[in-house]
Nanobody
Framework: QVQLLESGGGLVQTGGSLRLSCAVS????????AGWFRQSPGKEREFVAG????????YYADSVKGRFTISTNNAKNTLFLEMNGLRSEDAAVYYC???????????????????WGQGTTVTVSS
């Protein structure tokens, strides 16, 4: 059974940077796609970034494009989200997710992912 565990969240000032990690156990990110989502109080979970394993192509929400970078390590067992230029609106609980058969049209849809981490909290102070 694939399990995901996020880490790296914390408190950062506006304009600062954080790097989130998502370690996978019971499998790897060798197929399908993996993504990062976030959820703020009172809001729906939203897509942040995703990456496909077969071609390494990355996709981003417009709100984070140019500031965030999604990647994996060579062993394909850790997913990262490098976040720069953080803004107050980036504050949320961040979740990593994985699905072994995801297609492009489903990448941004949280209900299409089979595996989720427990989340890590990012707080941005002004």
């Amino acid at each position: 059974q694939v399990q995901l565990l996020e880490s790296g969240g914390g408190l950062v000032q506006t304009g600062g940077s954080l790097r989130l990690s998502c370690a996978v156990s019971g499998g790897t990110f060798r197929s399908g796609a993996a993504g990062w989502f976030r959820q703020s109080p009172g809001k729906e979970r939203e897509f942040v970034a995703g990456i496909f394993r077969n071609n390494g192509r990355q996709y981003y929400a417009d709100s984070v494009k140019g500031r965030f970078t999604i990647s994996t390590n060579n062993a394909k067992n850790t997913l990262f989200l490098e976040m720069n230029g953080l803004r107050s609106e980036d504050a949320a609980v961040y979740y990593c997710a994985h699905d072994q058969r995801l297609i492009l049209s489903s990448l941004r849809l949280p209900n299409e992912y089979d595996f989720w981490g427990q989340g890590t909290t990012v707080t941005v102070s002004s």
